[in-house]
């Protein structure tokens, strides 16, 4: 079965940093697009970033431009979200996420907070 799984989340003082894993499992997610979202308690679910299979274009959310990095591990099945300078409202569950055969595939979360 092909799962998605995020880990690296934990508890950071804001300013601080975690790098944040989506490990794959049945897939090569070197072919495929990665996707980071994050959901805060009592609001939906927001784009975070992504990284394009073939270009390897990133995006990035301008809330976390500049502060964010992803990429993609030296495994076929890693992807990586470093977070820096991190601020009391990227507290929230990190999903990592990508599109297979239509249809978006997400792993369970991990939860980042962040303390003022």
């Known amino acids: 079965e092909v799962q998605l799984q995020a880990s690296g989340g934990g508890l950071a003082q804001a300013g601080g940093s975690l790098r944040l894993s989506c490990a794959a499992s049945?897939?090569?997610?070197?072919?495929?697009?990665i996707g980071w979202f994050r959901q805060a308690p009592g609001k939906e679910r927001e784009g975070v970033s992504c990284?394009?299979?073939?270009?390897?274009?990133?995006y990035y959310a301008d809330s976390v431009k500049g502060r964010f990095t992803i990429s993609r591990g030296n495994a076929w099945n890693t992807g990586y979200l470093q977070m820096n300078s991190l601020k009391p409202e990227d507290t929230a569950v990190y999903y990592c996420?990508?599109?297979?055969?239509?249809?978006?595939?997400w792993g369970q979360g991990t939860q980042v907070t962040v303390s003022s």
């Open positions: 996420t990508t599109v297979v055969s239509g249809r978006n595939l």
């Open positions: 049945q897939l090569h997610l070197d072919d495929y697009a």
């Open positions: 990284i394009d299979s073939s270009s390897g274009s990133k």
